[in-house]
């Protein structure tokens, strides 16, 4: 099973800050990765698939890039509704495993 | 509107059975793959198992292969997970999830969640 590690695991920031997380696979998946926010209490919400595909109503300060084993999600000018836990997700085969998460609190 | 509402969730002792359902509505059911994804207490999130979308192809997660068995009806627009012989470890909220792009591994609706307690 292809395991999927991501970084750092809590980071603490402000209002205004470029943020980004990076997110590793233990084999290549090309680009087939999703990246998911979810806040206290909620489902998960999908922010961006194939690696850099915004979803639809994502504002655009969300940024995916990357391939193969290694990458990254950026959140270009945090806003208050952005701190939440961040979780990557391969589906390049199953089983589909997520990364453990990364929580984004304010500073 | 893409709704996805799950039920069946409670709480069960070790060894018993349940079986959640999630009722589908604003968008073609029978078109896409669907998937249960959970998340224990404080935990992250785990894919569970998915169901092709006319149900005839499944997929497991090895923690609960043999034990759980994923189903659908069509003409329901209804989802299923059949969960026999729970363990204090399958305590989790449950989501159901549709695929993007009708049968990719992303997801991109989710449900609010059912919360299943495993304990004596």
């Known amino acids: 099973d292809i395991q999927m590690t991501q970084s750092p695991s809590t980071l603490s920031a402000s209002v205004g800050d470029r943020v980004t997380i990076t997110c590793r696979a233990s084999q290549t998946i090309s680009r087939w990765l999703a990246w998911y926010q979810q806040k206290p209490g909620q489902a998960p919400s999908l922010l961006i698939y194939?690696?850099?595909n915004l979803q639809s109503g994502v504002p655009s300060r969300f940024s995916g890039s990357g391939s193969g084993t290694e990458f990254t999600l950026t959140i270009s000018s945090l806003q208050p509704a952005d701190f939440a836990t961040y979780y990557c997700q391969h589906y390049n085969n199953s089983p589909y495993t997520f990364g453990q998460g990364t929580k984004l609190e304010i500073k | 509107e893409v709704q996805l509402v799950e039920s069946g969730g409670g709480l069960v002792q070790p060894g018993g059975s349940l079986r959640l359902s999630c009722a589908a509505s604003g968008f073609t059911f029978s078109s896409y793959w669907m998937y249960w994804v959970r998340q224990a207490p404080g935990k992250g999130l785990e894919w569970v198992s998915l169901i092709y979308n006319v149900g005839d192809g499944t997929s497991y997660a090895d923690s609960v292969k043999g034990r759980f068995t994923i189903s659908r009806d069509n003409a329901k627009n209804t989802l299923y997970l059949q969960m026999n012989s729970l363990r204090a470890e399958d305590t989790a909220v449950y989501y159901c999830?549709?695929?993007?792009?009708?049968?990719?591994?992303?997801?991109?609706?989710w449900g609010q969640g059912t919360l299943v307690t495993v304990s004596s």
């Open positions: 999830a549709r695929a993007g792009d009708f049968w990719s591994g992303y997801f991109d609706y």
């Open positions: 194939k690696a850099s």
